[in-house]
């Protein structure tokens, strides 16, 4: 039982309840929020993947991929909660 | 010996927060229970970085754990107003409908 | 089980996995993001523990704080529309139980194919560890992660802040004209907590830039702590975007790019490839790139929690253009 097998287990456990709540979820702020578990679970599998036995020092090229991944990941919610915000403000004008 | 005081310190804390959390869990409202986990995770809080901070290498180290310690403190007291104050407000309106 | 370590690590996944499920199936939308929240900082915790430390404070500032700031923003605005619209989130028909139990089996069956792959791959095998200490020395940076992200790796970095970029320019044509819920009052206490931490976060974001050369840190933890100055801004009412305020908000969104572009250019024009820094200057051509690309990022989020672009527009009508 090391560190790497545990929370790749984490990680993959973690991806595979995102995509339960992406596909099931009716609510749409919490689809976004599945599919922002999904991309913390892939996450998990490339830092694990960066890890090494303590005395050596982790791969950084993973560690930058994942930075990046976070980066690309929030400015895809805002666009996707923008649009759930004008999407649910046009419902409400087309109901009044 | 040091590293004795600074364990029991730690343990200490972690005793408060348990506390804190088991308060959480237990009390009735949402006041209690916002009075549990204020005054035992501060406690604790203090405790844990004292610990930490006996076990700390440089005094540089001590200092951004003072730092940490100062804002974290500040910060969970502001959030516990902002709760309670929600939680009256909305009470308060609750109760005129 | 030698290590009382594991133990820890045990707990601590099983703590992750059980808020993962407990914040997608939570009713209440608000216990939700909650969770969310509390989610990422655990799995910013594990990532500590998997020794990548730059990746858990980019996930505690930018993936769960500014990412929580935003749902929040969200769920705040979808309950001002509701209150005044009959509309309900339950509105909707319930997913029938058979298509829930298909959909589950399949992801199941994934994750399950997933796990058995990551099961049989070879475990710590040979990463770019090797050739990135080896060409560490001609980075210009003591830091290995840093190293990669704006030297070796810089192509991906600059189309990340082209991301960013983007996804301002999206946000603003698509929240054109839309009315804003009114924000909370949030009370004196709020007030000076705000004014207490303001000189702190500045300083502290700087710090992170200042010290990703050498240790973790860098532009992204930077920019995220210092786009929180932004949110207190927002959030306490000092600072009210106007109309007036748009050119300057779009030269800070472009600042990162721009430099970042014409660094790559200019070394390029000395008849090197792109991003094949000098060696004397890389230290200084690096931390002015970092440096600008922090503005543009804090700048970034700050509005992608505002939203809306500031224009001049009657207090809940719509502007027709």
Redesign the interface.
Known sequence: MTPDLIYGLTGMAVFGIGLVGALCAQDRLRRVLALKLCSVGAAFVLVVGAWREPPGAPDPVPHALVITGIVVMVSATAVALALIRRLQTLEAEDDA | MLEIVAASLIAAGTIFFVAGTVGLLRFPDIFCRLHALTKADGLGLALIALGVAILAATPGAVFRIA?IWF?VA??SA?CS??IA?YARQSGARGQHD | MTDPLVIFDLLLALGIVALAIASLSVRDRFAMIVLFIVFGLFSALAWVRLSAPDVALAEAAIGTGVTGALLLKTLHHLRFVESRTAITEAACAPVPLGVLLANAAFCGLITLGLAVAFLGAPSAGPGFDALVAEAMPASGVDHPVTGVLLNFRAYDTLMEVVVLLAAVIAVWQIERGLSDAPAPA??E??QG?AR??LP?IVVIGTYLLWVGAEAPGGAFQGGAVLAAVGLLLLLTRAYVPRPEHRGIARGAFVLGTGTFALVALMVAGGGRVAFEYPLDHAKTLILLIEGMVTISIAVTLAALFHGREPVALPKGGRDDT
């Open positions: 730092i804002f500040v910060a502001t107003h902002l104050r | 949030m009370g206490v709020w907590f207490l931490v702190a």
